[in-house]
């Protein structure tokens, strides 16, 4: 993932939803929100805390709400990006600067300002257990020290490789991301470690 400096540096690299990427951080910049940098794009705080965000894809531009799923969402306008993943996190997207409706848009980030203001979230799962999949737990048994630096890190850090694992959906996927966890469990280094 590139690093950007700013929400600038950002936009210009996204060159082809430039106009559309303006014209949303326009309309994000009218609120009390403030703009910083996180997970390498445009994301948008109050008091510290993410609300929203902006992100650009090959096919379209998307804000993302952290507590959507809190939003009324009268006009049917969010999607969960990953169903059985997301818990709250929800995206409005975009397929060209035509779509943009600055009032309604305006609106549904007023409305995920009070929510956050009224302390809306979702509070992650405790105490939920650790399933590793069968692939990883036959690895780790042909290799001790994999096992002995895997049972170093946190059960909150050794279920987000398994996690990473499980997501996968084919073959080839899953094992890429079996030889990439295998190097940062060696190297001591958990999966979200960058973005923290």
Same mark, same amino acid.
């Given at each position: 993932?590139?690093?950007?400096?700013?929400?600038? +540096?950002?936009? !210009?690299?996204?060159?082809?939803?430039? /106009?559309?990427?303006?014209? !949303?951080?326009?309309?994000?910049?009218?609120?009390?929100?403030?703009e910083t940098l996180k997970w390498g794009m445009p994301t948008y705080t109050l008091d510290?805390?993410?609300?929203?965000?902006?992100?650009?894809?090959?096919?379209?531009?998307?804000?993302?709400?952290?507590?959507?799923?809190? !939003?009324? +969402?009268?006009?049917?306008?969010?999607?969960?990006?990953?169903?059985?993943?997301?818990?709250?996190?929800?995206?409005?997207?975009?397929?060209?600067? +035509?779509?943009?409706?600055?009032? !309604?848009?305006?609106?549904?980030? +007023?409305?995920?300002?009070?929510?956050?203001?009224?302390?809306?979230?979702?509070?992650?799962?405790?105490?939920?257990?650790?399933?590793?999949?069968?692939?990883?737990?036959?690895?780790?048994?042909? /290799?001790?020290?994999?096992?002995?630096?895997? $049972?170093?890190?946190?059960?909150?850090?050794?279920?987000?490789?398994?996690?990473?694992?499980?997501?996968?959906?084919?073959?080839?996927?899953?094992? $890429?991301?079996?030889?990439?966890?295998?190097?940062?469990?060696?190297?001591?280094?958990?999966?979200?470690? /960058?973005?923290?």
């Amino acid at each position: 993932m590139k690093k950007f400096k700013t929400a600038d +540096d950002y936009i !210009l690299v996204k060159s082809q939803w430039e /106009k559309t990427l303006n014209q !949303l951080r326009k309309i994000i910049l009218s609120t009390e929100l403030t703009e910083t940098l996180k997970w390498g794009m445009p994301t948008y705080t109050l008091d510290g805390i993410n609300v929203a965000g902006l992100v650009a894809f090959k096919s379209f531009v998307a804000i993302w709400f952290l507590n959507g799923v809190f !939003l009324k +969402d009268k006009q049917k306008k969010l999607i969960n990006a990953q169903e059985g993943v997301t818990k709250a996190l929800r995206q409005w997207r975009f397929s060209s600067v +035509d779509e943009i409706e600055p009032e !309604l848009i305006k609106a549904y980030i +007023d409305e995920a300002i009070n929510n956050q203001q009224a302390g809306k979230t979702i509070k992650p799962a405790k105490n939920k257990p650790l399933i590793i999949p069968e692939l990883l737990a036959d690895v780790l048994v042909k /290799k001790p020290k994999l096992k002995d630096c895997f $049972r170093q890190f946190s059960l909150s850090k050794q279920r987000e490789f398994a996690d990473y694992l499980v997501q996968a959906k084919k073959e080839a996927t899953i094992i $890429r991301r079996l030889a990439k966890i295998e190097a940062l469990i060696l190297a001591k280094i958990g999966l979200n470690d /960058k973005y923290k």
